[in-house]
C-alpha cells in the first residue's frame, strides 16, 4: 500500500486470520477432490456435461490447493523457516500464482463449454449424442487445459505490464458478457420450446422428448446457480485490479483496496460452494458421494 495513500485514507486494512484461509482451503480441496473423484468412478456420470463439470472442480482443486500452499509458505515465513523475499521464494510464489491465475481462465473456459453443452441438449436434443461425443469432449478438455496453462504462464510472467492486467479484466467482463447472452437466449427459447412441447400428444415420442427437454433444463439451472456463485465471488477481487489502474491513491479507492484480505477469502469460498450446489441439484453425484463416504465395499452398494 501507498504510504501517502494510507495517511489519506481512514480505512485501516482489514486482515483475516491465517488459520480461516488455511481452513477453508483445505475444505475446499477434499470438497472438490471428491467430486472428481465421483465422476472418475461413477460410469454413469461419463457424459459430456460431468466431463466438464470434473473439469471445472479439478479447476477449484488448483485454486484451493495454491491458496492452502501459500497460506503455509506465510505461516513459515512468520515463524522464520522461510525468508519472505527469498529467490527460492520468489519463484515458488510465481509458480502459485500462474497456478491461480491457470483455475480462473480454466473456470471460466469451462462454464463456457458448460453453457454450450446445455444448449446444445435442450435445443438439439435428438442430435445431442452424436454432436457432443466423448472423443469431442476430450478433444475440447485438451484444448481448455492447454490453453489455460499457456496463458497463465504468460499472464504471470508480464503481470507487470499494463496491458497484461488490462486483458485479465478485460476477458473476465467480456466472458461474463458472452454467458449471460447464452443464458438470456437459451431461456427465452426454452419458453417457447417449453409450449411446443406441451403441445405435442401424449405418445411415447412425446414422452421420450419431455424428459430429455426436462433433463436439459435442469442441467441449464445448475450451471446458472454456479455462474452466479463464481460471479459473486469473483466480481469483488476484479473490481479490485480496476482500481489499481484507474485510482492507485485515491483515498476513497484505498477503502475498498483495504478490504483485499476479505476479497480472497470470497475468492477462495467458489471452490468451498460449488461443489454444495453439485451435491444438492445432482441425484447421481449425491449417490456417489454416499457410497464413496459411508460404504465400504463399492461393489455391493452399487
Known sequence: MDTAAA????????RVPVPLFFTIGVVSLAENLLVVVAVIRNRNLHSPMYCFICSLAAFNTIASLTKTWENLMIVFANIGLLEKKGPS???????LDSLLCMSFVGSIVSFLAIAADR???IFHALRYHNIMTMRRTRA???VIWTLCGVSAVLMVRFFDSNFIMIC????????????????VYMFMLARIHARKIAALPASNGGRRRRRRWGSGMRGALTLTIL???F????????LH?????LCPTNPYCECYRSLFQLHVVLLMSHAFIDPAIYAFRSVELRHTFRKMLLCSDWKRCS
Open 231 to 238: 460471479v459473486v465471488c469473483w466480481a469483488p477481487f476484479f
Open 241 to 245: 485490479l480496476i482500481i489499481i489502474m
Open 140 to 142: 475440447v478438455l485438451g
Open 7 to 14: 495517511n489519506r485514507s481512514d480505512c485501516p486494512e482489514v
Open 89 to 95: 521464494e520468489t519463484n515458488v510464489d510465481d509458480v
Open 227 to 229: 455462474f452466479g456463485a
Open 168 to 183: 485479465f479484466v478485460v476477458f473476465f467482463v467480456v466472458s461474463l458478457a458472452i454467458i449471460c447472452f447464452l443464458y
Open 119 to 121: 444448449y446444445i441438449s
